[in-house]
């Protein structure tokens, strides 16, 4: 029977509701999420050089000062070969250097034979596939690890115990690499020192890194992410069952194991013994990973896709708890699903695959808890999620962006920021009067940053921004509720015209000009369903009607483009590429200068 000291669930009742990419769920204030990598076929020098379309499984990592990711990556479809792993490094999780090749493919020179009978033909490749990424021993050296696999058909999962085995090399402080060796072979399914192409670790001449993999197959709480890959009967995992293991430290001591479906278990060894393997009803969770961390401070963080569908992955979620074990709050951390460019086998539509900061010889020195993911299988994404993880502000907001520079994370303002539709702090007007600025040249995807602003039934914003053009691009302006219901919107038009929509069509409030600054203040009241607007402080002829109910809002929208629906939970995962999705469009441009929102006590009784 189940100990309750071991009970890991979820008490906050709060479920994700799948019709909509966000789940109508609060988001966490101050998340800013930036794409790493934007796959391209066609012009492969505008993304990681390869022109390949099937990209997953990103595995980060923070030592010396650095961020490290690696990710797999395969032509068009996951399990058909060849497959590589890709690794880019940044200096501040915001600019990514372009990916270079760390784990070639892998191209059998003779044809194998599986002790089964079934055989591999010369010249078969491989594909990548890796629960971990990397390791940071206590002598200073940090290893890079992959696994090597098989899949004769795209039904078959290079995890299956059948590949070659898992390859490990070095990553150098001045970003060179070590040679590539084995650290374990599937010896159970016929690899042996004889048959592959690269050395084990052993036969190394560098003491340091010997004892760095020897310090790594050690750690029985480490190396028991690699047991679906390699499945091995000689007693080398404590637990064999369950895939994409992870693992957290509890206050008392104990380590806290999670797998995929829901499954967790604790150990008080050290990873020698565990206890059973329960799955936990409460974690409504299919195929696309959990993470889990204790946060910068000790309170505990868990991030999946709170959904029963493995086809459909959003949103991405977190839910927070005091002792590892009860977790309550869940709150959004990205739930944009933009559309899938590329087809390709079991390219599940969503952002999956999460995975924090595994290793490394220290921690970003601001506290966030950093999180990495692919998004539809394609494109890869790191998000920043400020500690201590909240969903609510209080008091006026008063926001100048002056002081910041590009790179820097907006205090309390959530970012989606593809690479072509891109949210940052510009030196516009000036060097000491600076700017939001959403540009956007992305035709398939748009740049969106969010407010989060203190509860209110009434209230009043006002905002000052400017459009670099007039006969091009959309600027969406919308204050929402808690479930992202947006009652009152307002755009920038492509026409040249700011309208405000109105039982379902636009109206035109007034004409823009491009280079032009506009104060918007928009008066809400949420007893009389009603909102006033001033331009430039000349008042609109009347109150406009909210186009959909709420109670409260807490929260305003600037994005780039129109609210997405698809895909959703009908969306087959069929489809074909979309075209012309590898180049730029023409660049719209948009300022932001001053935001202020006043909560107003009373409502209409003012």
């Not at 459909?312 to 944009?336: K, M, Q, S, Y």
């Not at 087809?343 to 695959?353: A, E, P, Q, V, W």
């Not at 709420?550 to 074909?576: D, I, S, W």
């Amino acid at each position: 029977m189940e100990q309750p000291e071991n009970r890991i669930r979820y008490v906050g009742g709060v479920t994700a509701n799948l019709d909509y990419h966000h789940g109508q769920l609060r988001p966490a204030v101050g998340v800013r999420s930036r794409q790493v990598l934007r796959a391209n076929r066609s012009h492969p020098e505008l993304s990681d050089g390869s022109g390949w379309t099937y990209n997953h499984a990103p595995m980060l990592a923070y030592w010396r000062g650095s961020f490290y990711l690696e990710y797999l990556s395969c032509p068009v479809h996951e399990h058909v070969p060849p497959g590589q792993t890709q690794l880019t490094t940044s200096k501040d999780g915001w600019n990514w250097s372009t990916p270079v090749v760390l784990f070639p493919p892998y191209r059998l020179d003779h044809e194998h034979h599986y002790p089964d009978g079934e055989s591999l033909p010369d010249g078969t490749y491989s594909v990548m596939h890796q629960r971990m990424g990397f390791y940071a021993a206590s002598n200073g050296r940090l290893l890079t690890l992959a696994f090597y696999g098989f899949c004769p058909l795209p039904s078959v999962s290079p995890n299956n115990g059948k590949g070659i085995g898992r390859v490990v090399r070095e990553i150098g402080a001045d970003g060179s690499f070590g040679p590539i060796y084995f650290i374990r072979l599937n010896r159970h399914s016929g690899w042996s020192e004889q048959n592959v192409n690269y050395p084990m670790y052993s036969e190394s001449m560098d003491l340091g890194f010997r004892e760095a993999c020897e310090e790594l197959l050690s750690d029985r709480i480490v190396t028991l992410q690699w047991w679906e890959e390699d499945r091995s009967l000689d007693g080398f995992y404590a637990v064999e069952a369950g895939t994409a293991f992870a693992s957290y430290r509890l206050p008392d001591g104990r380590t806290a194991g999670l797998w995929k479906h829901s499954l967790y278990a604790v150990t008080a060894d050290e990873g020698r013994t565990w206890s059973k393997q329960v799955r936990s009803p409460s974690l409504i969770m299919a195929g696309g990973k959990v993470w889990g961390e204790r946060t910068s401070d000790s309170r505990y963080a868990l991030l999946y896709n709170p959904s029963p569908i493995g086809n459909h992955r959003w949103p991405l979620a977190v839910i927070t708890g005091d002792d590892g074990l009860a977790f309550d709050d869940i709150l959004l951390i990205n739930g944009e699903v933009p559309p899938r460019r590329y087809f390709g086998n079991h390219k599940n539509y969503g952002m999956s695959y999460t995975r924090g900061i595994e290793t490394g010889d220290d921690l970003p020195t601001d506290g966030s808890m950093w999180v990495a993911y692919s998004a539809n299988k394609e494109d890869i994404w790191v998000s920043e999620v400020p500690v201590p993880i909240r969903y609510r502000v209080s008091g006026q907001v008063n926001d100048t962006f002056s002081g910041l520079s590009a790179e820097d994370r907006v205090p309390d303002w959530n970012v989606y920021c593809p690479h072509w539709a891109s949210v940052s702090v510009s030196a516009f007007p000036s060097e000491h009067d600076r700017s939001l600025v959403l540009s956007d040249e992305d035709p398939c995807d748009y740049a969106k940053a969010e407010r989060v602003f203190q509860e209110c039934a009434a209230g009043e914003l006002r905002i000052r921004m400017l459009a670099k053009q007039a006969n091009d691009g959309q600027l969406y302006i919308e204050l929402c509720d808690a479930k992202s219901a947006a009652p009152i919107r307002i755009r920038f038009n492509s026409d040249g015209a700011i309208q405000v929509l109105q039982a379902g069509t636009w109206t035109e409030l007034q004409r823009y000009e491009p280079d032009r600054w506009y104060e918007l203040a928009i008066r809400f009241d949420t007893e009389r369903q009603r909102f006033e607007v001033k331009m430039n402080g000349t008042p609109a002829p009347k109150p406009y009607l909210f186009s959909m109910p709420a109670y409260t809002l807490e929260r305003l929208v600037l994005r780039t483009g129109p609210m997405r629906t698809e895909p959703n939970v009908e969306t087959p995962l069929a489809g074909a590429d979309l075209p012309d999705a590898d180049v730029p469009v023409k660049a719209v441009t948009y300022y932001i200068n001053e935001v202020n929102i006043n909560p107003i006590k009373g409502g209409s009784d003012k």
